[in-house]
């Protein structure tokens, strides 16, 4: 049992000095990369055959990789939640898990189903995230997901507003373009392309109004993407000012209570202590 | 009359509890979705025979419920504003009542004028806003509202600033573009087209300057649309600030009411209080 | 001299109660707006003779209209400095004054010299700024200027690395894309359109780069221009907490000199104060 | 020997009084300036002979400038790095000399390998980012440098957090998009052209999707650009606001220890101090 104890050690991240740790901890992350790349290379059309046939070949050994890492991982999950139950599901059914599922299921569910092997591969992808565990960002990482989780709410409703407003957009500008441009503005669904690229100020050029009224709306909603920005900014920048200031407050209490306590008053003609 | 009280305590957002009053909150804003959809389904073309009776006789039944608690609301006034005078008309010319007037108006117009129901069919939408009443997001809705109440003078100084540069800026680049393009640029008005997607940075790429001056101007509107973000940013990210601070400085002083008061300091020579 | 006093009064904007003076100067903004609506008017093509007659007696009548107000101003500029020496250069070359200048000269300049009227008329839109003037938005924009001048020293700088990355932008870019596109990226100068329409992600779409290293750059540039809003944002955030901060600071020290002095402390077995 | 140290005294940034320095600083920025300018011009194309020659003449003898000033730089560096080793070493590695040296080098590496000129002629601008060491400037840009480089971790994670949404929005991109447009979206590193400009939101318009699926994906790219933009202006108000009340709080403490020391108690019925 202590192998199975030493083993989650190595799994998780490492601790500075636990050389082993570490290396299996780059070297998957080494393998991650690698991935990435091989689905980068593997897009461009004309490959030659060698670096098709070496593509394979790496797709073989890095699922053989990722899937004994995962295998080892749901082994070793006891020691993730020690004295709780049902750790096994408890680990199959966490978010970092899942996604580790996700990198290698692609390659084993044409054994079982039909599909498109191609589509899938792309969640291999989402193992990129797993980067974000590294060390080194830890504490801005750390940070910025307590701001944002501080600021849920606010973040919620500004995304459910904007939802409102694009929805509310395409409709009424559904309306008022069809007639002028039905292949551009065919329905509201298609219309909320237009809303999108317009409250984001992208405007790629490919859907404008041409109407008089249509191009007052798309001012109007134009310039309310101006305040769709300042509100996330001014969100977030109050989320991260309160995080800081409550860090701050945090370390000056903690401050207080190191000092020594105050030299006691003594009364100078009775030699008694005052208070 | 105790059944016109409780009608509306059930009409009204429910207590956590008054089963009857949450049934019929979640019942309407169901009804409310389910419109939403019904417009996006209509707009789109070619739709089987079928959907559109369907369409149709969801229409009725969704007038009617609605037109049913618009009455209700109405007839339940005096209990939103007790103790004062006029509460049907009161409560009649409040926003969220014009705004569900809005949505039932349109069909019944027809009747009278004869109007565009296609048109008219749009303000139904404006329904979805009742949706902000629900409990779930009212903390963060609130104080968003309080800070944008907060910051109106300063946001409706931007908004005018903005407005005058737009103006500013079509006419300067009317007397620039208009001869080069006299169809993009014919006159100030439709100059205001290029100045809003400038400034706002959307830029279709419809209409653009061509001459040198032009292209000049066309930059310094693109800059200052930077400026023109930055702005309302720094402003609800100072209002967002000032909102939170206000709120630590209560629940501070809240606290220190708290506090139980000082020990009383004593002479130890002669037993008697110091202050 | 009485009556010059007054009329200086009169000018200057009203104090509430001041009926005459309010007139005036609600009477010369309808003048500016209706002057702002006459150069939008005569920007469209094909207006009918009699509204074309009708704009040139209106161009007549408010050229007369703000000859007189700056004729009165300036005879009145004593009042407005007064104790100082040269009084009427002083109120000449201010900078309201010079606007209101600028809103007049270009009727009277083909009389004298010969110069294109229209583009000249343009300057009158100038006379628009004065409406910030207005007292209800007085407050907002005196914040507003207090916290530009206060960050004045870092929006240059920002100002001042924009344009640097503007120029070492095209710089590069007219080198890397000049030979693919010699039409659109002929020269430096004229490369700087790209590089503000990529930099405050405006992107038209007339000019953008087609080789692969062109790609990188602009992709590098518009991602630097996220940053270039983020910048001024940040500044105008902080200076807008610092002036509120500072507010409240001053009314806080206010409030500590309002309160009263603390009751001395006596020494209670000998009845003389202590301290 | 005294000589060199008044060279190093002249050639670092000038003190107020210094003639000799301001000079020499004013100097070579003014060759800088004139250099950007050239280089400007010269992108032209049909430009006079006489010019050509001119220009020409202008940038042997800048180059000359450039070269002696280096020199001298490093002759001496010694008193750049009292005390310490290596100085000559020292100062060629820092970040200052080697822009200058990647100002003059492109002029003489020709004589040496065979390279384009106009090429590596655009390093010379590199010399513009030493105007940032101008006085009437040093304020802001410290400050501004010290945010950057406080909230550093934060910025390099939403960087490589951008990088890494860039990657997989192209990656689905491609896989949805490359069989409708296979000309615009080729592979996972061209479709990262489109991922940039959507993101960014400058939008060009040269590529966009065209199947439903991918207009979808391009939406919600879009509206994550929102956040991205919001990110970064809520770090660096933060930043701002926390390197301000560093500095109100360090000018706080410093009036503190100013402050004379409180007059001593004396406890009145003895004539002796307490405490």
Redesign the interface.
């Known amino acids: 049992m202590i192998q199975r104890k030493r083993l989650f050690e190595i799994l998780e991240r490492g601790m500075p000095g636990d050389t082993a740790s570490v290396v299996v901890d780059y070297g998957i992350i080494s393998v991650i990369v690698l991935n ?1 790349g091989a ?2 290379i593997s ?3 004309d490959l030659p055959a060698l670096l098709k046939q070496g593509l394979s070949i790496f797709e073989y050994i890095s699922i053989a990789i990722f899937t004994l890492e995962y295998g080892l991982r749901v082994w070793t999950a006891p020691y993730k939640y020690p004295g709780r139950r049902f750790a096994y599901l408890r680990y199959i059914v966490s978010f970092m898990a899942m996604i580790d599922l996700c990198a290698i299921l692609p390659f084993y569910l044409p054994f079982i189903v039909g599909v498109d092997l ?2 899938l591969r ?1 969640l291999r ?1 989402f193992r ?2 797993r ?2 565990k590294l060390n080194r ?1 830890n ?3 750390e ?2 997901a307590k ?1 944002f989780t501080g600021e849920k ?2 973040i ?2 500004t995304v ?3 939802g ?1 407003m694009l ?2 957009a395409s ?2 500008m ?2 008022i373009e ?1 007639t002028a441009q039905p292949d551009k503005f ?4 298609a219309t ?2 237009w809303a ?3 409250l ?7 859907v ?1 109004p041409i109407t008089h009224i249509g ?1 007052v709306l ?2 109007v909603i ?2 309310l ?18 995080a ?1 200031s409550r860090e701050e407050q945090a370390a000056k209490e903690e401050s207080l209570q190191e000092k020594p306590p105050e030299a006691k ?1 003594v ?4 030699g ?4």
Chains 1, 2, 3, 4 share one sequence.
């Open positions: 990435i689905v980068i897009s461009f059309n191609r589509i792309i992808l990129l995230l980067i974000l960002y504490n801005a990482v940070l910025m701001v709410e606010k919620l409703t459910f507003m904007t409102l929805l509310l409709s009424v559904y309306y069809n065919p329905n509201i669904i909320l392309w999108v690229a317009t984001t100020t992208v405007g790629y050029g490919d404008y191009k798309s001012g134009a310039l993407g101006i305040g769709l920005v300042a509100l996330p900014a001014g969100i977030i920048s109050s989320g991260f000012i309160k800081i008053r009364c100078p003609h009775c008694k202590e005052i208070e």
